[in-house]
């Protein structure tokens, strides 16, 4: 078992910054990428930026890129999104996944924290 805890979200202006930081804790050794994903009211859960717990290879939606940076702390088991030069569309519950050796897919999330950019 993995377990996930976002924290950092919050309420910012348009062209504003914020960090969400994702604890993880249980079955470390076996995280194979980790993820952040993001839901606003009315749409779909979507894809926002990724890294590989090792060797941290990176990834981002074209929405994100330029803007978003996903980085990973292995010593303090911590995945993190800054988020610059934010936008009123990026108002969404961010959610951290995990994918590991023993699953298909995101197999582990979390409770979701909410950013709120106004205009």
């Known amino acids: 078992q993995v377990q996930l805890d976002e924290s950092g979200g919050g309420l910012v202006q348009a062209g504003g910054s914020l960090r969400l930081s994702c604890a993880v804790s249980?079955?470390?050794?076996?995280?194979?990428?980790m993820a952040w994903f993001r839901q606003a009211p009315g749409k779909e859960r979507e894809f926002v930026a990724a890294?590989?717990?090792?060797?941290?290879?990176?990834m981002y939606a074209d929405s994100v890129k330029g803007r978003f940076a996903i980085s990973r702390d292995n010593a303090k088991n911590t995945v993190y999104l800054q988020m610059d030069g934010l936008k009123p569309e990026d108002t969404a519950a961010y959610y951290c996944?995990?994918?590991?050796?023993?699953?298909?897919?995101?197999?582990?999330w979390g409770q979701g924290t909410q950013v709120t950019v106004s205009s």
């Open positions: 249980g079955r470390v050794f076996s995280l194979l990428v």
């Open positions: 996944a995990a994918k590991t050796i023993s699953g298909k897919g995101y197999d582990y």
């Open positions: 890294i590989s717990w090792s060797p941290g290879t990176t």
